[in-house]
């Protein structure tokens, strides 16, 4: 258990709705990061956050997608008028510290299937 | 930029046997790399890193890695595969300037045979 959560773990919509994942990680982690994973692939950068400030973006993050970290805890991601290429693994990660070599703790995951 | 290979989507071995996954990473700067393990339907667990100190890392489950600069090699290694090591395995390098984010490979599949 690496104290990251994340909510909900699998989620199926139709395409054109908007979908907001939750990610939870531990107090210590100043540091979050979302993350997409394709079938066969490994995952990809999508943004990351120190405390509340977003401070990266990828460009796979179009302008459908969007992040929050309100209070530099929990973040969420929310996807509006989701389209088939959306389906995918999102997972968000958690580090301490400002080091690079610190560790990134996972959570599970939410498996998004958009029909 | 910087960039992961993991060479081999697909690796099958006999429960016992050595297991050999490779990792090659191209860095303009000095490199932190890391393995994770990934079960299905889970999120990556860490199986080792390598922080520019010893070259030979040690993780969990004895997995081990060697950092061979002047081969830009990373390659994860276990003595004696076992049923529970089927998963996939994920090279990542971490790009310390652009804020630590990770850089991952394609991934391997382990299977073990019995």
């Known amino acids: 258990d690496t104290g990251v959560s994340q909510d909900p773990r699998h989620k199926i919509t139709k395409r054109g709705q908007n979908v907001t994942f939750r990610c939870d990680p531990i107090?210590?982690?100043?540091?979050l990061y979302w993350y997409r994973q394709t079938l066969g692939q490994g995952p990809e950068f999508l943004t990351y956050?120190?405390?509340?400030?977003?401070?990266?973006k990828s460009r796979l993050l179009s302008d459908r997608f969007s992040a929050e970290r309100p209070k530099g805890s929990f973040s969420t991601l929310e996807i509006q008028r989701t389209e088939q290429g959306d389906s995918a693994m999102y997972l968000c990660?958690?580090?301490?510290?400002?080091?690079?070599?610190?560790?990134?703790?996972f959570g599970p995951g939410t498996r998004l299937t958009v029909l | 930029a910087q960039s992961v290979t993991q060479l081999g989507s697909h690796v099958s071995v006999s429960e016992g046997a050595l297991v050999l996954l490779r990792c090659n990473y191209s860095?303009?700067?000095?490199?932190?790399l890391f393995w994770y393990v990934q079960y299905p339907n889970q999120g990556l667990q860490l199986l080792l890193k390598?922080?520019?100190?010893?070259?030979l890392v040690k993780g969990i489950n004895g997995f081990e890695a060697e950092f061979k600069k002047s081969e830009t090699s990373f390659h994860l290694t276990k003595p004696s595969a076992h049923m529970s090591d089927a998963a996939e395995y994920f090279c990542?390098?971490?790009?310390?300037?652009?804020?630590?984010?990770?850089?991952f490979g394609q991934g391997t599949e382990l299977s073990v045979k019995p």
């Open positions: 990660a958690g580090r301490s510290g400002g080091v690079s070599y610190n560790e990134q703790f």
């Open positions: 107090s210590e982690h100043n540091r």
């Open positions: 956050f120190q405390n509340e400030a977003q401070l990266e």
């Open positions: 860095s303009s700067v000095p490199p932190y």
């Open positions: 390598y922080t520019s100190a010893a070259t």
């Open positions: 990542a390098v971490s790009d310390h300037n652009q804020g630590g984010k990770l850089i």
